[in-house]
């Protein structure tokens, strides 16, 4: 029988043991590709360019996260860790910055064009970087700013979908806290400080950790503009550290230094996995 | 739309706009402008000017088998993309939504792959197949299959479609998990009684009230498969082998900064941005039926 007496539907016997199976199945596929590449990150070199890769950790975990933090290939990987530190907290809090202004500025103050810049955030809704990057290039190229972590910064800092995000919530507050501010003789930014900010705490902590994931993972502009290895960010810099030609690619190294590239975005989404999935599903809507 | 209760305040709110307008004019509507520009210019033949030319990198483009075959290319790959990280994400979603104990332990193993970069994901996939030491291509050879995406063209894409399909199933198992939580139980539960199966009462109801979910991550997919998956080719493929994943947005980076072709990547561009307007419009039309209900 499909209906057990509980009123449940399927949930004991074989379909449940099935059913765990097939997840079970399903996280391994998922966690595969990153268990081998850890597996890599641990190995000698010949071990690996003598196929097949043994499945269980070997034991120059210490040797070759110490050969990639202190000289990696091209640059040390923990100044490449350190440039997508600066790139992901940078895109994370300008965003969060002049976004929660705007949305300030568009909600509680009625002035002459409000609407028109209303619609030309709205526009760079989706106006990804990779459609426009040569024009953007020589942007950055005439302000001097290649090779800098401003260079790196600035131009994803723009965001409507934050705009909107904090436009939303602030049309949920209610309007009396404003009114009585008001009246109590508070001007526009004491409101902004003492009632807005704590008010939107835990939205600013959701979209902080999206917007450091997509901060971190940023690929195509950090390859653009920084020529210089010692400006590399640790995401884009893997692919740079294979040689060009015939030479034989120094995989523990790479492998150490890919895990250590998504070491921190994945703590995040873990420890934070509530404010993660928070941040997702509000920054969809 | 707006507070009854506002400040007054005449330069404040201008104020409080200039951070955000600046760098959206400086970094997106002036690079726009330029794109829009540079695509009706060619250099001379002496490299040394500027050429008016109206709409020929258009009419180029648009005769072009390179860049038709990129169309195509594109089409495929983000079908693919979509067909399989939504299919193995539904997959997934219902059955963690089937288990109550553990379905946390679950869901925390499961949506870690979101926040791995796709040029991460690239090097991890390209490792696995690599011709010459991936387990994956060495067990390949064992049964007797010679895997080298380095040369053959479908198993390039085949490998890319598999790495970007894997980041992003995490992100469409949660929005499946939740779409599937929010449907009543008793409903699922009195078609049980009524005597439909397991595969009867998913394609008869779950599916259906699952659908604005589906409709929604379709275009998120789309979207993701256009221009997020830079760094799954570059890392993995770099467009070829000849020209067999050049996706679109890869063939505005090879033509622009590889080959120097300025004016047709700016053409490029341009046909990009009318995709982006037009994937806006769906997405904003969905946004409004959801309003409705």
């Known amino acids: ?285 | 739309m707006q507070k009854r209760a506002t400040f007054n305040n005449r330069l404040l709110p201008y104020l409080l706009l200039t951070p955000q307008l600046a760098v959206t004019l400086v970094f997106f509507f002036w690079p726009a402008g330029q794109a829009v520009k540079q695509s009706l210019y060619l250099p001379d033949p002496f490299g040394l000017n500027d050429v008016f030319v109206g709409l020929e990198n258009f009419e180029f483009l648009l005769t072009d088998s390179y860049y038709l075959a990129s169309f195509q290319t594109t089409a495929i790959f983000s079908s693919l993309v979509t067909l399989l990280s939504m299919g193995t994400a539904l997959w997934l979603a219902v059955m963690a939504d089937r288990v109550i104990k553990g379905s946390g332990f679950y869901r925390t193993l499961l949506i870690w792959p979101y926040a791995v970069a796709p040029a991460v994901a690239g090097i991890l996939w390209m490792f696995l197949f690599n011709p010459s030491v991936g387990l994956v291509a060495f067990y390949l050879e064992v049964f007797g299959y010679d895997w080298n995406h380095v040369l053959n063209g479908a198993e390039a894409m085949g490998l890319v479609v598999a790495a970007a399909s894997w980041k992003q199933i995490s992100y469409n198992f949660l929005f499946f998990l939740a779409g599937l939580q929010a449907i009543p139980k008793s409903v699922i539960e009195a078609a049980a009684i009524d005597g439909a199966g397991f595969w009867r009462r998913f394609w008869t109801i779950v599916f259906p009230l699952l659908s604005p979910t589906t409709f929604f991550l379709l275009v998120v997919n789309v979207v993701y498969a256009f221009f997020d998956t830079f760094g799954v080719i570059h890392t993995i493929t770099a467009g070829g082998p000849r020209q067999d994943t050049m996706i679109l947005v890869y063939k505005v980076f090879a033509d622009g900064f590889v080959g120097q072709d300025l004016g047709s990547s700016a053409a490029q561009s341009v046909i990009l941005l009318f995709v982006v307007g037009i994937l806006t419009v769906v997405q904003f039309k969905y946004i409004e039926r959801r309003v409705h209900y």
């Open chain 1, 1 to 285: 029988m499909a209906v057990q007496k509980s009123g449940m539907v399927e949930k004991r016997g074989i379909g449940l043991w099935l059913t765990h199976a097939g997840l079970i199945f399903g996280i391994l596929l998922v966690c595969f590709p990153i268990y081998i590449a850890f597996v890599a990150s641990t190995v000698t070199q010949p071990e690996i360019v003598h196929p097949p890769l043994p499945l269980i950790p070997g034991d120059k975990f210490f040797e070759n996260y110490w050969d990639a933090l202190s000289s990696g290939v091209n640059a040390p990987v923990w100044l490449m860790l350190f440039n997508s530190t600066i790139m992901a907290l940078g895109i994370t809090v300008g965003k969060i910055a002049i976004s929660i202004l705007s949305a300030f500025a568009i909600v509680y103050f009625r002035f002459p064009g409000r609407m028109v810049f209303f619609w030309l955030i709205f526009m760079t809704l989706m106006l990804p970087v990779e459609v426009r990057i040569v024009p953007t290039y020589q942007v950055i190229a005439d302000f001097g700013m290649l090779n800098s972590h401003a260079g790196l910064i600035l131009p994803l800092i723009a965001s409507a979908t934050a705009t909107f995000l904090f436009r939303q919530l602030f049309l949920t507050i209610p309007e009396e806290l404003a009114e009585a501010a008001r009246i109590d003789g508070a001007g526009p930014m004491r409101f902004f400080i003492d009632i807005l900010l704590p008010m939107s705490r835990t939205n600013i902590a959701a979209l902080f950790v999206i917007l450091f994931i997509y901060g971190w993972n940023q690929y195509l502009w950090p390859l653009l503009i920084t020529t210089d290895p010692d400006m590399n960010t640790i995401v884009m810099g893997i692919k740079q550290m294979f040689p060009s030609g015939d030479d034989i690619a120094d995989w523990p190294v790479i492998m150490a230094t890919a895990i250590l590239a998504m070491l921190p975005p994945v703590a995040v989404v873990i420890f934070m996995q509530k404010l993660f999935v928070r941040g997702l599903v509000e920054s969809e809507k």
